[in-house]
């Protein structure tokens, strides 16, 4: 019989890919959840050479290498078959992640990815989620930057909220910083894009699909406000981001709004029990939405520009080769295909702000807030740096409180890991949750 891995990084020569692979070598010890890990990807020799990038030490014990292509599914449920994690690189999603949740959901095996392709993601839930409850596949998406921290960010602003205090709102920005050059994840650019090209299937999913539980938010919906924002408070211009998080979020509140006691774990203890109800009654629902942010004006009008690009191109074919090609040019410098350079990579991190605005007294709700609670998730580098670590700290949270975790079923990463020891993880390898100030407020957002 086959030796069952612990974690397969699938897609492991890819540039996030070796990333992981770097970062999950860390964990590799006989005295960590990871005790045995594999790469596996189409390529063999690419594979190979990933691992040698990869290790600062030969220290590690031996490293398998599988092949598996998405173009091949019988070499996709051998992989599965060998391994109770697989961890996936390979986007964009909507292109090449099918086959590898059939695969996974089949063998019942669990699946972690870094997408943050709305679609796709949805599409997994409607098609999967039965089969994988059945089967005991656990499958979550958006395990990277920046739907974890977006989705964690949230709750931990959440839950500053002291009874009889509540949430209206919670605006989060996101602030990606560097001495030298932001320069992003090609990959990134490319669901973009495809994103556009797939704007009408994701309507048509959602429209066909089960209507979502809404849940109840004191107060009124925040007004969309101007297009360019000033938010003085935090010293940034933002734009809003069409990003999956907003939507990611709403899914685990509508989950919530289900289950008001979170998702009960397949073999948790009374312990854990205790623990997951107490984190889920401090969760308090609220409207959410995310923007980009610069500490400039210049930055935002760049941002905008490579958002006109890709929504004009991105509708025709000849449009989206242009994009694809040459991504440096319609992108305003902000993305290009070899991404960025170790220096810019060392050089980079974030600053995400959540800006809850609510009521001092859900007995009393007034037109306007008049409570304002400022929280803060900060990180190293986005795409190469903070996204392994995030996914990593994910895998190993599987690894060692699967029993805490739902038997299986299609979820977003918030529903799940929210009263795990997920948000200490992150926090414990460089990633900060941090309460900035609680004020009275008496102008409008």
């Known amino acids: 019989m086959a030796e069952i891995y612990d974690i397969i990084i699938f897609g492991a020569s890819g540039f996030t890919g070796k990333h992981v692979v770097k970062e999950a070598l860390k964990f590799l010890s006989p005295n960590s959840p990871l005790k045995s890990l594999a790469l596996a990807g189409r390529n063999p020799s690419k594979l190979v050479e990933t691992l040698k990038w990869a290790s600062t030490s030969t220290s590690h014990p031996a490293i398998p290498v599988i092949v598996a292509d998405t173009s091949d599914p019988p070499s996709l449920r051998r992989m599965a078959s060998q391994t ?45 989620h039965e089969k994988a409850v059945e089967t005991g596949s656990l499958v979550v998406s958006a395990c990277g930057f920046d739907s974890v921290p977006a989705e964690l960010g949230f709750l931990f602003n959440s839950r500053q909220w002291v009874s009889p205090a509540v949430p209206n709102r919670v605006q989060a920005y996101i602030s990606p910083e560097s001495d030298k050059r932001i320069v992003g994840n090609f990959a990134t650019f490319v669901s973009a894009v495809l994103g556009m090209t797939n704007a009408d299937k994701l309507k048509k999913l959602r429209r066909s699909g089960r209507k979502r539980t809404r849940p109840s938010i004191p107060g009124y919906a925040p007004p969309k406000g101007s297009t360019i924002e000033h938010q003085k408070k935090i010293g940034v211009w933002a734009v809003k981001l069409p990003s999956a998080d907003a939507t990611i979020v709403r899914r685990t509140l509508s989950m919530f709004t289900d289950n008001r006691s979170g998702l009960q774990g397949v073999n948790e203890n009374a312990k854990q029990a205790e623990k997951r109800v107490a984190f889920w009654s401090k969760v ?28 004009l191109l991105g509708r025709y074919f000849f449009g989206r080769w242009l994009l694809l090609n040459f991504p440096s040019v319609f992108s305003l410098g902000l993305f290009r ?31 306007e807030p008049d409570t304002e609670i400022i929280t803060r998730v900060t990180g190293p580098e986005l795409g190469y740096v903070t996204t392994p670590i995030v996914l990593v700290q994910c895998a190993l949270t599987v690894l060692e409180q699967r029993g805490d975790l739902p038997k299986g079923g299609v979820f977003p990463p918030g529903i799940v890991f929210g009263p795990t020891d997920l948000q200490d993880r992150l926090q414990e390898n460089g990633i900060s949750f941090d309460v900035i100030s609680r004020s009275w407020i008496s102008n409008k957002m």
């Open 284 to 311: 308090k629902p609220a409207h959410f939405g995310v923007k980009i942010a610069t500490k400039n004006l210049v930055g935002i009008l760049r941002i905008i520009g490579m958002g006109l690009s890709i929504r």
């Open 84 to 128: 109770k994690l697989v961890v996936n690189c390979v986007g964009p999603f909507r292109l090449h992640g099918d086959p590898v949740v059939a695969a996974c959901v089949e063998s019942g095996c669990d699946y972690l990815d870094i997408c943050g392709e709305p679609e796709f993601m949805e599409r997994m839930e409607a098609v999967y």
């Open 337 to 367: 295909k070899n991404g960025p350079t170790d220096d810019e990579i060392a050089s980079a991190g974030f600053k995400m702000w959540f800006l809850g605005r609510g009521f001092s007294d859900t007995n009393v709700v007034s037109e």
